[in-house]
Nanobody, 116 residues
Framework: QVQLVESGGGLVQPGGSLRLSCAASGFTFSRSTMNWYRQPPGKEREVVAG????????NYADSVKGRFTISRDNAKNTVYLQMNSLKPEDTALYYCNTFLGGVAYWGQGTQVTISS
């Protein structure tokens, strides 16, 4: 059974940092592209970043380039999202995601709130 469990969210002031983690199980993590999405209040879910299985290829939404870094530890079946220089507009529910056989799998999400 595929499971994705996010952690690391919280309330931080603008300019602060957070590191999100997503622990994966139930599939061959090392061979799977992993993604982070977010859903701001009242808006649709949007992709934030993705990382290929070999960790060499990464992609970012324009809104987070230069501030967020996605990484993975295949030995721990975990993907991370380091978020720096956080802005109020980064406030959202952040989800871990992977696609297996054309099916999308999601974690339960972790809330990130940026506010002074």
């Amino acid at each position: 059974q595929v499971q994705l469990v996010e952690s690391g969210g919280g309330l931080v002031q603008p300019g602060g940092s957070l590191r999100l983690s997503c622990a994966a199980s139930g599939f061959t993590f090392s061979r799977s592209t992993m993604n982070w999405y977010r859903q701001p209040p009242g808006k649709e879910r949007e992709v934030v970043a993705g990382i290929a299985s070999g960790s060499i290829i990464t992609n970012y939404a324009d809104s987070v380039k230069g501030r967020f870094t996605i990484s993975r530890d295949n030995a721990k079946n975990t993907v991370y999202l380091q978020m720096n220089s956080l802005k109020p507009e980064d406030t959202a529910l952040y989800y871990c995601n992977t696609f297996l056989g054309g099916v999308a799998y999601w974690g339960q999400g972790t809330q990130v709130t940026i506010s002074s």
